[in-house]
């Protein structure tokens, strides 16, 4: 009995080791186990098969080489199994893989159709801009035949269009269709533009004498200086006594003001008239309470019209009194528009430079000359809207609680600039 159960127990053994090459112990009590012996029991073939003898006492069983055969078949099913699985993992990620790259072809689709939307915007975008270019350079063109116009003739051109029309006008109040001009009849008139052509036609006596710029205007009346500096100047402003407000309109100063023997401002249309018609040369005399007197003359000055609102060009400074109108680049008056306290032409973001200094002129930010301020007889405190002169002697070193300078006397003087006394 006791070897039956070692046999069944052999059996079961044999069953989860097969080919063992060691002696084998079942687990339970061992005083109770049988000794059972399990090894090679003869020669290998060629293939490696070998027999096996087991020893259960009493007896040895020779059991055959195919049972090592068993051992290798589980083997090979074992490994063929991972095959499988191999095989199964790699179907998947075949599978995956052309999931992806069905995506993959779906999404170059749609790329190569924004590709060709990108080429078409592309193209677009080229040909626009070589239209920009186009444009560009043919605005650079005229800014260039702009550049090359001086002020005058546009200025002169905008006058002759005016003018044209008035003449027309005139024409048109003064004749009737059948009006027929007199005939044996001839009028021989000299016209004089400045005063510059009543001193070349003999004047020596400074006063009031009548001028036509253009002859497409009427006449005026301006103060000749014939006796300073060669003379042959036409004086286009004067301060002498304070008589006369300079806190005018644009109007009042479009028009002028005041008495030309006296305190005046000759008027901004005038200014026009008569700078347009000769290239002119300014020259700006100042005189304190204290008998100093300085100059200060600009090679070229020129004041453009109304709808250019009267902008100045001065340049080429040379005298005693320092270059006041190009004081810096924050106060630099040429080439500023004409402010009045009740019209804002200025470069001064927060108010009127005109309103604040209470007078007409080419202000800038505010300004580093006002020749047009208020006339103190003495020095002042507070605003500075007396007359100025930024680089006259001692005027860098005020404050607001300094007294600041005042002039006694101020004029302004024009002349062409080919005169030759």
Not at 11 to 22: I, K, R, Y
Not at 214 to 238: A, I, L, Y
Not at 270 to 296: C, P, Q, T, V, W
Not at 393 to 418: H, T, W
Request: glycine letters at 8%; one cysteine or more.
């Amino acid at each position: 009995m006791k070897t039956l159960l070692c046999l069944i127990t052999f059996a079961a053994l044999s069953a989860w080791h097969v080919g063992a090459e060691q002696e084998n112990v079942p687990s339970g009590n061992p005083g109770n186990a049988c000794p059972i012996k399990m090894k090679n029991g003869g020669k290998c073939d060629e293939d490696g098969n070998c027999p096996y003898q087991i020893t259960l006492p009493p007896m040895t069983l020779q059991l055959p080489k195919q049972w090592q055969l068993l051992e290798k078949t589980l083997k090979e099913v074992q490994s063929l199994k991972e095959i499988v699985n191999n095989l199964k993992k790699s179907c998947q990620d075949c599978k995956l893989q052309a999931d992806e790259n069905t995506e993959k072809e779906n999404t170059e689709v749609t790329d190569g159709g924004q590709a060709n939307q990108m080429q078409d915007l592309q193209s677009k975008m080229k040909k626009m801009s070589i239209s920009l270019k186009n444009a560009r350079t043919q605005i650079n063109n005229l800014q260039d035949q702009m550049e090359k116009m001086s002020m005058n003739n546009v200025d002169d051109y905008i006058d002759r269009k005016i003018a044209n029309l008035s003449s027309t006008l005139d024409n048109v109040n003064k004749c009737s269709d059948n009006c027929q001009a007199k005939e044996g009849i001839t009028d021989i008139q000299i016209f004089f533009k400045d005063c510059s052509d009543y001193y070349k036609m003999g004047k020596r006596l400074s006063g009031i004498y009548q001028v036509m710029p253009d002859p497409r205007n009427k006449t005026f009346e301006v103060f000749c200086d014939m006796e300073s500096m060669g003379g042959g100047w036409t004086v286009v402003q004067s301060r002498k006594d304070g008589r006369i407000s300079f806190n005018r309109t644009w109007d009042e100063y479009k028009n002028g003001f005041g008495n030309l023997s006296g305190e005046f401002w000759l008027g901004n249309d005038r200014l026009h008239l008569l700078s347009k018609s000769s290239n002119m040369i300014l020259r700006i005399e100042l005189e304190d309470f204290k008998g100093i007197k300085e100059y200060a003359t600009y090679d070229q000055f020129y004041v453009a019209n109304e709808y250019l609102k009267y902008k100045l060009s001065v340049n080429g400074y040379s005298g005693t009194a320092g270059d006041a109108l190009h004081f810096s680049k924050q106060y630099n008056h040429d080439q500023k528009f004409f402010t009045t306290p009740d019209k804002d032409n200025d470069r001064y973001p927060s108010g009127n430079c005109g309103a604040y200094y209470s007078s007409g002129w080419w202000f800038d930010a505010c300004m580093s000359a006002n020749l047009n301020g208020k006339y103190y007889e003495k020095e002042y405190k507070g605003v500075r809207n007396g007359i100025f002169w930024g680089t006259w002697q001692g005027v860098s070193d005020e404050n607001l609680n300094s007294f600041r300078q005042a002039f006694k006397a101020v004029r302004m003087m024009i002349r062409p600039k080919d005169f030759s006394s």
